[in-house]
């Protein structure tokens, strides 16, 4: 099975930028889509965005596109998240898993999630 652990996340004022880090063990991840998601405090966990196999497609949630930038270096065995111009409404914790390889689905596939990594926009 495939492990992550997500990291990268911080304190950051509106407007700033953060990069996340998903390092995957167990199996390599080169064979899975692999995609992001987020959980703010009281609310159900979201589908942020998802990158295929080999880095060909790519797919974000609508609030995302144009500031969010997903990555993949699978020779690392990680998945990256670029963050842009973060507002407080990004403030969640981030998790990584494996997902879907229909994109737009969006749905994680593990049943067993990393720790996650915090992400705090203060405005």
């Known amino acids: 099975q495939v492990n992550v652990v997500e990291s990268g996340g911080g304190l950051v004022q509106a407007g700033g930028s953060l990069t996340l880090s998903c390092a995957a063990s167990g199996r390599p991840m080169s064979s899975y889509a692999m995609g992001w998601f987020r959980q703010a405090p009281g609310k159900e966990r979201e589908f942020v965005a998802s990158i295929s196999w080999n880095s060909a497609n790519t797919y974000y949630r609508d609030s995302v596109k144009g500031r969010f930038t997903i990555s993949r270096d699978n020779a690392k065995n990680t998945v990256y998240l670029q963050m842009n111009s973060l507002t407080p409404e990004d403030t969640a914790v981030y998790y990584c898993?494996?997902?879907?390889?229909?994109?737009?689905?969006?749905?994680?596939?593990?049943?067993?999630w990393g720790q996650g990594t915090q992400v705090t926009v203060s405005s």
């Open positions: 898993n494996v997902v879907n390889p229909r994109l737009s689905v969006g749905r994680p596939l593990l049943d067993h």
